[in-house]
C-alpha cells in the first residue's frame, strides 16, 4: 500500500486488483506499476529477489537477535555485581 501511494496510485485499488489478479491468474509475481509501463509483473521491471537473497536476509537477522541478545546478557550479570 505505501508503495503505490507513494507513486501517486489509489492504494486500496492497487492492492486489491493486484491481489485479484495473484489469485485468478495464479502469478505471483504481479505488483504495482510503478513505473506506469503497462504490466504489473515485476519480472517485466527487472526487480526479482532471490532465494539465496531471502536465506542472507534470514541469516543476517538471526544473527544480529543472536548479538543482542548476548549484550543483554552482558549487561544483567554485571548489574548485579
Known sequence: MALAENAG???ISQVTTI???QLSEGN???GVDCNQIG???????LVIETLIGKIQQIQLATQVVKMILKIDDVIMDGAYD
Open 9 to 11: 496510485l489509489s492504494p
Open 19 to 21: 491481489k485479484s489478479r
Open 28 to 30: 505471483h509475481r504481479l
Open 39 to 45: 504490466s504489473a509483473d515485476m519480472k517485466d521491471h
